[in-house]
């Protein structure tokens, strides 16, 4: 292949990676977390900053990158979401460097192509949450540790530390990619894998020293020590975040497993792990060895901490996992491709994770508004009621809308939404609207409608409209 050809190669994943991204960035009215974000990003770069440290274990990067963002775009989903498409797409452009670094470019390729069309990865590329930005700075950290070992440039050791001092801004998760990165390297000299100079370990050291210290003032700050004393997660927790991520839960790949069918999916990535895992033995390879590894381990891991922390778990906080999961599942089917005789088995391998994922994706399109827990907006939106602030106001959907029994929380954008939200609804509904002063074009259809099917309460910055016979 000629030398060149790696450009369109890395073109084409960010093509498509961008595509499936921004193309319906904003078909989803914002939901409850990033109406949380969205409404202090309005305020201010202070003002975000300050809502993080009051959020339980919060970091403040996704804050301020939001609140820039709306600062420069304006209001509305395509400015809200934008940070995390950017990252989103930043991170398939990152594997597939590292996975080239490390295993050559076919690795690389598959890799990137995975965690484009990877459904988990798709669908938080698209929340104003920190989880697409905690994934960008697992492969931006992973790819600077690498360079660093092997050049052994200052520089690049400098670049390593600010990467992950900036990940720890994005999430505490990223504290698993530094193990991950220290598990290498003690395994790399320790086996004699990597011959490096005395001094690497002064490098590292002081690249994660620069990090701490740079983190440090945050971690102070932070009220991280809270606790919201949620039920402790099941074990199922991690094959959940593992189908999800691979195929959304798609209705095909549900209806075609048993009930318990989550833990097919899962052994079968985590069977995937474990064989670049013994692979990347094979080729002397610590960092990636490890990075399979961590694939199969990580997860119980902060399954065991968040259990110690009596804090909830969903699939979402594992998407800093997911590009070392598609690089694990690329270089095991790419080395099987490569040998003879097991061939078959890797491009059977490689179309069982494509065809999940395109059943996913199929599935994460139909997708019109995120679901959440009614309680949980209930507790928020008092809280936001009785500190006289306002909810954020949305380009695309004028109400913010949840029903008692279903636990439903979407945006309403026409009189036939609210007609068909008002008809599902035989126990308590609620309907919110944003901002006063601001209206949305679909603003004249939707008050006379509200003025048929709901009483209105008022509220300091907000109107709340009753369904009749609701709370």
């Known amino acids: 292949m000629a030398a060149e050809a790696w450009w369109l190669q890395l073109a084409f994943v960010v093509g498509l990676a961008a595509l499936l991204r921004f193309s319906t960035l904003t078909d989803r009215s914002l939901w409850l977390d990033e109406l949380k974000v969205a409404v202090v990003g309005l305020g201010g770069l202070d003002s975000a900053v300050d809502a993080a440290k009051a959020d339980v274990s919060a970091t403040p990067l996704d804050y301020a990158l939001v609140a820039a963002s709306q600062e420069i775009f304006g209001r509305g989903e395509f400015a809200v979401r934008l940070p995390a498409a950017i990252a989103g797409v930043g991170a398939v452009a ?20 995975l965690l484009a069309v990877l459904p988990g990865h798709f669908w938080y590329s698209q929340e104003a949450r920190f989880y697409s930005l905690l994934a960008f700075f697992t492969v931006a950290s992973t790819l600077a540790f690498g360079l660093a070992v092997r050049r052994g440039s200052g520089w690049l050791w400098g670049a390593y530390g600010v990467c992950v001092a900036l990940g720890l801004y994005a999430g505490y998760q990223a504290a698993f990619v530094v193990a991950v990165h220290v598990a290498a390297f003690a395994l790399g000299v320790g ?7 005395r001094t690497s ?27 919201y004393n949620y039920p402790s997660p099941p074990a199922d927790a991690v094959a959940q975040y593992l189908t999800w991520s691979f195929s959304f839960g798609a209705t095909e790949v549900a209806d ?11 052994g079968l990535v985590f069977a995937t ?36 922390q009596d804090y909830f778990l969903e699939e979402r906080h594992f998407v800093f996992l997911l590009p070392l999961a598609s690089l694990a599942v690329a270089y095991a089917t790419v080395e099987l491709i490569r040998t003879r005789l097991a061939a078959p088995l890797g491009v059977a391998l490689l179309a069982v994770f494509l065809l999940l994922a395109a059943l996913g994706l199929g599935d994460a399109f139909k997708v019109e508004h995120k679901r959440e827990d009614w309680r949980s907006a209930v507790r928020y939106l008092e809280a936001e009621m009785s500190e006289g602030d306002r909810l954020a106001p949305n380009e695309n959907a004028e109400l913010i809308a949840y029903y008692h029994d279903f ?10 939404e609210l007609s068909d939200f008002a008809d599902a609804t035989e126990g308590d509904a609620w309907v919110f609207t944003s901002l006063r002063e601001w209206r949305s074009p679909y603003w004249p259809e939707l008050e006379p409608a509200l003025a048929e099917g709901f009483s209105e309460i008022d509220f300091p910055g907000i109107r709340i409209f009753v369904r009749p016979g609701g709370r």
């Open 94 to 113: 990152g594997l597939y460097l590292l996975g080239w670094f490390l295993a050559g470019r076919g690795v690389g390729l598959t890799a990137a192509i």
């Open 256 to 266: 075609a497993l048993p009930a318990d069918g989550a833990w097919y999916v899962a």
């Open 407 to 416: 636990g439903t929380v979407y945006g309403v954008r026409s009189a036939q």
């Open 201 to 227: 370990w002064l490098w590292l050291g002081g690249s994660l020293g620069l990090a701490a210290a740079a983190f440090l003032p945050w971690f102070l700050w932070d009220n991280a020590g809270a606790s």
């Open 191 to 197: 086996l004699g894998w990597w011959r490096l100079p």
């Open 273 to 308: 792990s474990a064989l670049a895992g013994l692979l990347a033995v094979r080729r002397r390879e610590p960092l990636l060895c490890v990075a399979a590894a961590s694939v199969v381990a990580l997860p119980f891991v902060v399954l065991f901490v968040v259990r110690r």
